[in-house]
């Protein structure tokens, strides 16, 4: 099944250098770690043959459906990415989204599947069980019995312009800003481009132990990225890194976790902090998921919608673009965090 996998490029202008320097402060020793933390972006699509009877939200059903063909075949990638949810998440699920509990035959269905770092060694298998899951049947607890099949239409692996179909990293990603086009140029007089974010699956962040359905500020959104890397990045040897950061006393997104400069990240934060909500329309959505291994269903709900900031592009935007690829929030390997920001 393999055979239909491609190579494909999101734009074709080739990437600067250093096309965020002017607005991005990274340290030496970020960019070192992110230069060496590889990216793979996997699409497929698939045309359904049978009516599907499922939850408007499909991650439930994808990251099942996929679990079971890598326990079945493909064990290590079983082991790395479904048990993963303890080592940094290394890999996060867009399943398709549908307004209606039921999806026509003939309807095609898109999935993305993003790996990262030591996940990357697991592409062929992740490609194969893509190509797969349509012959698996789709169906929840009680269509067992009318399951819908499908065929699988596309799947390609994505590149960065100037990339090939080479693997990307995240350093790369927080420089390709300016290739793809979503730095403007400001004259004197103009009006600053605004940041346009989509939260394109349900964002499920909390704050005070609860999940937060309220407008979700530019500060929030950053602090969910950063703590992302935080997970899935090398810390620091123990010797170099701050004593506190092995007391447990550290919070997800902190400079004090030694991957960030304290005055890079006071400048992120500062520029987040200034920035403003100039509109939003967001949807609240709540259901649950059943879960196999407790025999429970399990409630669930996030953010989804667009949101118009004003604030700093140069410095703000690189931190989306890779907010983008990693997926933000929890449950990024049910679906969920899916954000585009342009």
Request: some cysteine.
């Amino acid at each position: 099944m393999t055979a239909l996998l491609q190579s494909r490029v999101t734009g074709d202008v080739q990437p600067s250098v250093h096309s965020t320097a002017a607005g991005l402060c990274i340290s030496p020793a970020l960019r070192e770690r992110l230069a060496a933390l590889p990216l793979r972006r996997l699409h497929a699509r698939h045309q359904l043959l049978h009516d599907l009877h499922t939850e408007p939200f499909m991650g439930n059903l994808w990251r099942g459906q996929l679990g079971a063909w890598w326990h079945e075949n493909a064990p290590a990638t079983f082991d790395a990415l479904m048990g993963s949810e303890d080592r940094g998440r290394l890999w996060a699920l867009k399943a398709p989204w549908s307004d209606e509990p039921w999806v026509p035959a003939g309807a095609v269905l898109e999935t993305r599947i993003t790996l990262i770092g030591p996940a990357v060694a697991h592409e062929a298998a992740v490609l194969d069980a893509l190509a797969a899951l349509g012959q698996l049947g789709l169906g929840g607890r009680a269509e067992a019995g009318r399951r819908s099949h499908a065929r699988i239409l596309d799947l390609y692996a994505e590149s960065l312009p100037g990339c090939g179909d080479v693997h990307t990293d995240a350093l790369a990603l927080l420089e390709s800003d300016a290739a793809h086009g979503h730095t403007f140029a400001v004259g004197p007089g103009s009006e600053p481009q605004p940041i346009h974010v989509t939260l394109s699956r349900p964002l499920r962040i909390k704050r005070d132990g609860e999940v937060f359905v309220g407008l979700p500020s530019m500060e929030q959104l950053l602090r969910r990225t950063l703590g992302r890397l935080v997970q899935i990045l090398p810390m620091p040897e123990p010797e170099s890194a701050p004593a506190h950061l092995h007391d447990g006393s550290i919070t997800a997104a902190d400079h004090r976790s030694g991957l960030f400069d304290p005055d890079d990240h006071a400048a992120w934060m500062r520029a987040a902090d200034e920035c403003v909500c100039l509109a939003h329309e967001l949807h609240a959505w709540q259901w649950k998921r059943h879960s196999r291994r407790s025999g429970q269903d399990m409630p669930l709900e996030g953010l989804t919608g667009r949101l118009h900031y004003q604030g700093n592009r140069a410095m703000l935007l690189p931190w989306l673009q890779l907010a983008d690829w990693l997926q933000i929030g929890s449950k990024t390997t049910f679906g969920f965090g899916a954000i585009e920001a342009v």
